[in-house]
C-alpha cells in the first residue's frame, strides 16, 4: 500500500505539520471600494451563499474559499479570481445566486475533468483578462501592458517665459473674456444666454487649464487658437457626435506636447492610471 502523500512544513515556533496543498483557491471580493456597495448603486455580494455552498459541496482543501477585501480591477464590481492548476481566472459581475452556483459547477467540472476548462456559456459572458500574463478570453489584443515606471522630474518652466504686466493689471474675468474674443468664429466657445456651457465637470476644467497656462507664459495663446481650429475642422470632417471640449482637449494635449510640457508617454500614464481606477475622479 503507498503512503499517503504529505505536504510537510516547520513552522516558526518548530512544530512540523501537514499542509494542505489545494487544486485551486477562490477569491471573492466582499468588502472592496465597488464591490457589494449597495449604497453607490452595486449589487450585492451573495457571501452566504458563496459560503453555503463551498461547504456543501465539500470542497475544503480542494478548492480553498476566501471572502475578503479589494481584488484589483477597481472598475468592475463583484469580482471573482479563481486560480485553477496555475491559470487565472476573472469573473466580474456576479450578482446572482444562479451566477454563483455556476461558477461552483464551472469548479466542480474541471475537477472532474482533471484539467483546467473553458468557461462554460453561462459564464462566458462575466469572464475578462485581469492578469498581464494572460490573454484576453475573446482573443482579442491586449495593449495595456506597462513595464515599471521610473521616477523622473517634472517639467522646469522658464520663469522669464512669463509676459510682463500691463501698464493696467486686468482681471481675471477681462483676461478670460479677452482671450475667448480671441478665439474668433472658427474656434467660438459654446454659449447660453452669454454664458459658457460646460456639459461635464472635466469640460470646466479643461477650459480653466488652457487658460491658466496661456496666461502663464507656456504656451501662445494664437498657436492654442490654432490648433483648436484644426481639431474642430477634423471632427466635422470625420463626421457624428460632435463635442467641442473634445476637441479643445486635443488642442491643448498638442500645444503642451509642442512646448514639451508634457513628456512622452507622460499623457497615456495618467489617462491610464483614471481608466483603471489608480486615480480617482475629481469633481
Known sequence: ??????NLVVRA?????????????????????????????FAAVPTELYHDEWERRRLRNVVHLTIGGCLGPCALA????????GQALWFHSINTPDLVRAL???????????ACLPAPAALE??????????????????????????????????????????????????RAHRLLAELGE????????GELVFEAPWEGRAFGLAVALSEQGVFAWEDFRQLLIAEIAAAEARGGEFRY?????AALERV????????????????????????????
Do not use: I
Open 78 to 85: 463583484n469580482v471573482a479570481l479563481l486560480l485553477f492548476d
Open 1 to 6: 500500500m503507498a503512503a499517503p502523500r504529505r
Open 245 to 249: 471640449y473634445d476637441a479643445w482637449l
Open 186 to 193: 472658427a474656434a467660438r466657445v459654446p454659449r447660453k444666454n
Open 104 to 114: 461552483y459547477d464551472y469548479t466542480e467540472a474541471m475537477l472532474d475533468a482533471d
Open 125 to 174: 459572458p462575466y469572464q475578462f483578462s485581469g492578469s498581464a500574463w494572460q490573454p484576453r478570453p475573446d482573443g482579442q489584443p491586449v495593449d495595456d501592458y506597462r513595464p515599471r515606471r521610473r521616477a523622473s522630474p517634472g517639467p522646469v518652466h522658464d520663469a522669464g517665459a512669463c509676459p510682463a504686466p500691463s501698464a493696467r493689471d486686468e482681471s481675471a474675468e477681462e
Open 256 to 283: 503642451l506636447a509642442a512646448r514639451e510640457v508634457l513628456r512622452d508617454g507622460e499623457l497615456n500614464e495618467t489617462t491610464f492610471q483614471f481608466e483603471f481606477g489608480e486615480r480617482d475622479e475629481v469633481f
Open 13 to 41: 515556533d518548530g512544530h512540523l505539520v501537514n499542509v494542505a496543498r489545494p487544486r485551486g483557491q477562490l477569491f471573492v471580493c466582499a468588502t472592496g471600494c465597488c464591490c457589494g456597495r449597495t449604497d453607490d448603486g
